[in-house]
């Protein structure tokens, strides 16, 4: 029960700690990393706020040292999904009637404690379990994740405050109803803050949920149930299980409670799913939410005009940071003739000051890719283009699996915009450039818009205004977060909403009201003050 109408604290973005040789936060995730290198951490599933374990224990290791042993996660099965669905449905009812300020400050407190005390433990797990480097994990795994979490709160109460107009002697209302039954949420291994966003935004807005996170992010996703535990988030609202995707899937998508799913992950499984989703539509009480965001082929569009250190630096950053494992990561970059000699210079420069190696030495740039699924699936696109002759190879291209997963960043400049490299999404650290003459720049446009079947992200980078309006419009529809002189990376919450169109996903813009508004049903509420009392009109009246 509230007596006040509350304003939450003004969202701003955590800011981004620097990490510098002899600063207190390199001291204190030194130590993070070296306690967790040093142990075991055992990661039990949580059901309904117990830690539950199985026989079937699965070791987990750092992708750039895949003999070490961090941990521990235990496999669940079908009868582990039954659980997680029956503990969220028997926490529903008193997490959907908490007055909301309770469920804002739990999460509120949520982003305290990450910000601090949890700080260097989330970037340490994040390091050594995603192989993230110490800048790239603050950048996700603190900051993108305590923005996510205040923000959302923010967004909350800005929906709640959205309430319809009132006739002389009416009162209309509206309630933004958390969704009948529970919430899916399915997470990739790419981003921590991802893998804390999809539950916590759902269960913000009064729903529970089932938590099911990549194999390959556990480590870091049993520190979010830490944290959301000495929150205080009450037992079963967030249900976190290890389980084979398809296993869960089976059980959730032909449950009549079932209510939506909150998904990040690659194109393939998102259509996969809606797929059964659509096939067991009948079995459901509610039509559920199907919200998804996917994979892309970003793109980097360079005029004559734009200055070369510029576009250098936007393609080095853009494609290989976290190894090009971000569903933004520029992976094809379309430069003019007049250009090319200069920036292909700049970026073998930049190139050959990168170095590849563990997380724990943080003068590394480059790390590892996740798993050893991924290192075959990339490194045979480098293979296929080194017997290609459709291909040069500008850089890199070497790779060695031996200790950890480790691949080269590699630029392979393609003589047909439509070799395969520059259509399909890699999610590994291989840029392919494709130079075309100045004069065939209305072509390349059509090229760009027309190449992948993804609408992520975008950028073009130019100096002549001109240009840069007609690119904006030319290519509306080809990117969901659209660059101008810069990286199409990098999202921050609260500034530039995340989120792709065509094959990419449904755009719901995670960090933002967009999204919570698919985890709410309203309900309209008119109450009238002086009801009539006989059914006729005024004008039957006789004159
Ligand atoms: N658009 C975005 O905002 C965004 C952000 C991050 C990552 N991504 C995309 O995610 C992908 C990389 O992440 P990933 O490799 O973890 O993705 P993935 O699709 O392999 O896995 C995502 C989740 O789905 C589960 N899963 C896999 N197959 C399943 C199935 N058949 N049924 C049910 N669940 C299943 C996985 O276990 C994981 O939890 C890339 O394609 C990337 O572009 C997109
Ligand atoms: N939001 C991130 C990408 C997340 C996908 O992997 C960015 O904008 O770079």
């Known amino acids: 029960m509230s007596f006040g109408l509350f304003n939450v604290p003004n969202p701003v973005n955590e800011p981004v700690k620097e990490y510098r040789p002899g600063s207190p936060e390199r001291e204190s995730l030194k130590k993070a990393i070296q306690s967790f290198r040093s142990s075991e951490t055992d990661v039990p599933m949580y059901i309904g706020g117990k830690e539950v374990r199985t026989e079937r224990k699965l070791r987990i290791s750092p992708p750039h040292d895949h003999q070490h042993t961090l941990g521990y996660f235990y496999e669940g099965d079908a009868e582990h999904v039954e659980q997680a669905i029956n503990a969220a449905l028997t926490a529903k009812e008193n997490w959907a009637a908490l007055s909301w300020e309770h469920r804002a400050s739990i999460f509120l407190k ?21 192989s993230k480097n110490a800048y790239q994990a603050e950048i996700d795994s603190a900051c993108e994740l305590i923005d996510f979490l205040r923000y959302n709160v923010f967004f909350a109460t800005q929906i ?96 009549p409670d079932f209510a939506g799913i909150h998904f990040t992950g690659s194109t393939g499984v998102f259509q996969k799913i809606w797929g059964e989703i659509g096939a067991n539509i009948h079995k459901y009480k509610s039509y559920p939410r199907i919200v998804g965001e996917t994979g892309g082929k970003d793109f980097v569009l360079v005029h004559e005009s734009a200055n070369v250190d510029e576009v250098a630096t936007g393609l080095v950053r853009g494609a290989f940071e976290y190894q090009g494992q971000k569903c933004s990561a520029a992976s094809r970059a379309y430069i003019p003739s007049s250009l090319w000699p200069a920036v292909e210079a700049r970026i073998k420069d930049f190139l050959s000051e990168i170095k590849m190696g563990g997380t724990e030495d943080f003068s590394n740039f480059i790390n590892a890719v996740i798993d050893e699924r991924s290192f075959r699936k990339i490194t045979a696109y480098i293979d296929a283009a080194k017997e290609s002759d459709q291909v040069r190879i500008v850089a890199g291209g070497n790779y060695d699996g031996s200790k950890g997963y480790f691949i080269e960043p590699t630029v392979l400049l393609v003589n047909d915009p439509n070799y395969r490299t520059m259509c399909e999404e890699i999610f590994g650290p291989v840029l392919s450039i494709y130079v075309y003459e100045p004069s065939e720049f209305d072509t390349i446009l059509d090229i760009v818009n027309n190449t992948s079947p993804y609408a992520l992200t975008g950028s073009i980078f130019a100096k002549d205004r001109y240009v840069i309006e007609k690119v904006s419009k030319a290519l509306q529809n080809a990117a969901g977060n659209f660059y101008i002189n810069d990286k199409p990376t990098g999202a921050v919450v609260g500034q530039q909403p995340f989120g792709g169109a065509r094959a990419s996903g449904t755009n719901d813009k995670a960090g933002s009201s967009l999204n919570l508004l698919r985890w709410v049903s309203a309900r309209t509420i008119k109450e009238t003050y002086v009801s009539p009392r006989h059914f006729a009109y005024p004008f039957l009246q006789e004159d």
């Open 110 to 130: 949520a982003a305290d404690l990450i910000a601090g005390p949890y700080r260097a433990r989330i970037n340490a797990a994040t390091m050594l379990g995603q």
């Open 160 to 255: 709640y405050q959205q309430q319809p107009n009132s006739s002389a002697g009416v009162w209309n209302r509206t309630e933004y109803r958390p969704l009948e039954g529970f919430v899916f949420a399915l997470t990739p291994f790419n981003f921590t803050a991802i893998a804390g966003n999809l539950p916590t935004s759902a269960a913000l807005m009064g729903n529970t949920v089932v938590w099911k996170p990549a194999y390959t992010q556990v480590l870091a996703a049993k520190v979010i149930m830490e944290v959301l535990l000495e929150s205080g988030l009450p037992e079963g609202v967030i249900n976190l299980i290890y389980v084979d995707g398809p296993v869960a899937g089976d059980i959730i998508f032909s449950h």
